[in-house]
């Protein structure tokens, strides 16, 4: 069978078995397109099916969550954990918390997981979950309400060495201590059963800025491996939740100047650039009023404020998108090719279209891949699991110095599986890495 009709192949099983999931069908072409030719090479793969049970999640858990609003009325949503692939370690990842979240949006989001998590060499098998519960606007006892219910059914499903949730979109410190409390009554055990937890209660120092830090590393490491800098830089930023203000804060730590945020109303663009006091404010505005965007244009003269679009207009050498999933589609691409963009990192999950990315192959633009720029947060997870099972509490610089090594080391992986005649494919890079850690254990472990 050639690489292209083994792909064709995958794709006409996943489609066919797991119909109306277009974002699920992205991530698994995405990752085949990489993959296929080892399968192709090595028969002991395609006689095991990696490929094929790869694509099969392990488990999927959907359940009605019932909870009541502040005025005594009832409401409903529906609550999903998909286990996707514990191969190599207990199922590991975030729990989102958004009206989009569907069984697809999960199961592409537990299918990157796998190769994410293999690429930190941490043992953590790939899991996501979630509702469509929107907790923008509720209360804080909404939202409790809501964790403890959504918990009430998750706890039996989930354990230290089984599975171990943290938080993704919409599930920050405030609904993770809501989760943990529950789920801690619930277990009648103190365990390191999710991640992202307060430092008073057993969380890791750094888990709070590890995306976003990593992020910032990652694409340091791409621009060193080109004898270059981001320092004096011009880089755009979309979002402006955790993962895009700790990019912000990195990047402005290594001398970057960063110009752009955002979130669903739309984008702020600040022509000099964020500095310490206005990123004070936006994490203020953000982390503690929950407040939108358009506030910050109206702060800080010479602030714009663009209502209902993402700042790929405005030019950029490098681009972090950070916010959420297609976000990035090919006029946008287009757009940021013609500005002068030099290199693309995804701090949130598959932020690019297919299109955009071959466009930004195309045009020679560098390109990381969320499941190497953004393994960040999970590798701090990972450290979080390490600290709790040793009871123990870890420094700023120790879990920070950790963090700065598996970046480099995931740099690394991409450079040795993705190097290309004239520059790396981080993409191939990556998939290749990760999946070759993952095929080996599920051909070691025989046909589960
Ligand atoms: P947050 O909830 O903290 O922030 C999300 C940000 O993105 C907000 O500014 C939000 O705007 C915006 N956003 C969300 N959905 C949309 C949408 N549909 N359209 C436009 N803007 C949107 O989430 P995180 O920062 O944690 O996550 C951001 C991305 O990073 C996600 O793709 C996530 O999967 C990924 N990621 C997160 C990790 C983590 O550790 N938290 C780890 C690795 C990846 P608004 O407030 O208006 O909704
Ligand atoms: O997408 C991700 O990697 C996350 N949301 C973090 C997962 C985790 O378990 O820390």
Redesign the pocket.
Same mark, same amino acid.
């Given at each position: 069978m050639s690489v292209q009709a083994r792909i064709d192949a995958l794709m006409d099983l996943v489609k066919s078995r797991s119909p109306h999931e277009p974002e699920f069908h992205q991530a698994v072409h995405e990752v085949a397109g990489s993959v296929a030719h080892l399968v192709e090479d090595n028969p002991a793969y395609a006689d095991a099916r990696i490929l094929e049970r790869l694509v099969e999640p392990d488990r999927v858990v959907i359940f009605r969550v019932t909870w009541m609003r502040d005025d005594e009325s009832i409401a409903i949503n529906r609550g999903y954990r998909v286990q996707f692939n514990g191969a190599i370690g207990p199922y590991k990842g975030?729990l $989102?918390f958004?009206p989009?979240v569907t069984l697809s949006v999960l199961k592409f989001?537990g299918f990157e997981q796998i190769f994410k998590n293999s690429l930190t060499g941490l043992p953590m098998g790939g899991g996501k979950g979630g509702s469509d519960f929107n907790p923008?606007g509720r209360s804080d006892a909404e939202v409790m309400r809501f964790c403890q219910s959504f918990m009430i059914e998750l706890h039996r499903h989930i354990g230290p060495d089984t599975d171990v949730p %943290? =938080? #993704?979109?919409?599930? =920050?410190a405030r609904e993770v201590g809501y989760l943990f409390g529950q789920y801690r009554r619930l277990a009648n055990a103190w365990t390191g059963t999710m991640t &992202?937890k307060g430092i008073a209660f057993g969380g890791s120092r750094i888990r709070t800025e590890?995306?976003g830090y990593g992020s910032v590393y990652f694409a340091q490491n791409m621009l060193h491996h080109i004898s270059e800098e981001l320092a004096g830089k011009t880089c755009t930023v /979309?979002? /402006?939740? !955790?993962? %895009?203000l700790y990019t912000i804060e990195k990047a402005l730590a290594f001398g970057a100047k960063v110009v752009t945020a955002? #979130?669903? &109303?739309g984008f702020i663009h600040d022509p000099e650039g964020f500095d310490a006091e206005k990123l004070a404010y936006l994490k203020n505005l953000?982390e503690v009023e929950r407040g $939108?965007?358009s506030e910050y244009a109206k702060k800080f003269k010479g602030a714009t404020f663009t209502k209902d679009q993402r700042p790929w207009s405005v030019p950029c050498d490098v681009a972090f998108p /950070?916010?959420?999933?297609n976000?990035i589609g090919l006029e946008d691409a287009k757009g940021l090719a013609k500005n002068g963009c030099r290199l693309v990192c995804e701090?949130? !999950?598959?932020?690019s279209t297919a299109e955009a990315i071959d466009v930004f192959h195309d045009g020679g633009i560098l390109f990381a891949p969320?499941k190497a720029a !953004?393994?960040g947060?999970?590798t701090v997870s990972g450290l979080e699991m390490m600290q709790n099972a040793g009871f123990m509490s870890w420094t700023h610089d120790a879990v920070e110095q950790r963090l700065a090594e598996i970046m480099r080391d995931i740099h690394a992986t991409c450079v040795q599986h993705g190097q290309e005649e004239k520059r790396v494919n981080y993409l191939k890079g990556a998939n290749v890495g990760a999946f070759l850690r993952v095929a080996e254990a599920m051909l070691a472990q025989g046909a589960v």
């Open positions: 975030g $989102r958004h989009s989001l923008k %943290a =938080g #993704d979109i919409g599930v =920050g &992202g590890a995306t /979309s979002g /402006s939740g !955790n993962v %895009a955002s #979130d669903s &109303g953000k $939108r965007i /950070s916010a959420t999933q976000e701090g949130a !999950n598959m932020p969320g !953004n393994a947060g999970v």
